[in-house]
């Protein structure tokens, strides 16, 4: 994902100058999916995990380019086989106080059918979710350990954590009702998952 801080609900309706991690006052009620709708429109993404407000900037190009290599390898295995759907950017709707934008997600017919409401949004897990990671501590903690809970705890099967820099990605997938890491892949690895069947990519054509 993009680079973000946590913020208030003061600081959501002023100009972002500084990357910070801003706490919430205890008496503060939480985030909620009804507040996304009175964010600015600009160029912004607003994510809500646990009540919490990330608030993320525009991404590295190359974080951009590596998204659409994922969704591009997904669509056209899912146009070719008619398995699934792939999403870039989706909004997934997990509750009222969990409410995010992966990078890219891929879920089957069936699933797609379920999930998505009349506004485009899709509420509930898909199989399979993928993110990007960003430079920045904050940013890796967030992909690594935050989303990785929230993905676990609501019944995504396999969740994907690229890197681009280090060319290299972790997949998790579900054991025992939680994703565990099941694997690192690297360059000259080729990736090939349960979910598609027949489906393999090398990670070199991924971050090229």
């Known amino acids: 994902m993009t680079q973000a801080i946590v913020a208030t609900s003061e600081t959501a309706n002023n100009s972002i100058a500084t990357e910070v991690s801003i706490p919430k006052p205890e008496e503060q ?17 607003y994510e809500i995990i646990n009540g919490e407000l990330y608030v993320t900037r525009s991404p590295h190009n190359k974080h951009q380019k590596t998204c659409g290599r994922f969704f591009t390898v997904l669509d056209i ?14 909004g997934l709707i997990f509750g009222n106080n969990d409410d995010v934008i992966p990078d890219v997600i891929w879920m089957s017919k069936e699933k797609y059918a379920d999930l998505i409401d009349d506004t485009g949004y899709f509420r509930g897990a898909p199989e399979l979710v993928i993110e990007v990671l960003s430079a920045g501590t904050d940013d ?14 609501h019944g995504v099967l396999e969740y994907w954590i690229a ?7 972790q997949v998790y997938r579900r054991e025992n009702g939680v994703l565990k890491l099941a694997m690192t892949l690297f360059e000259t690895d ?13 990670i070199s054509q991924i971050f090229a």
């Open 29 to 45: 009620m939480l985030w909620t999916s009804a507040d996304l709708e009175l964010m600015p429109d600009n160029d912004s993404r």
């Open 77 to 90: 295995w899912s146009r070719a086989t008619n398995l699934g759907e792939a999403e870039i950017g989706a």
């Open 140 to 153: 890796e903690k967030r992909d690594r350990q935050v989303k990785l809970k929230l993905y676990s705890n």
């Open 163 to 169: 890197d681009w820099r280090a060319k290299q990605m």
């Open 190 to 202: 080729t990736l090939t998952s349960p979910l598609l069947p027949e489906f393999s990519c090398l």
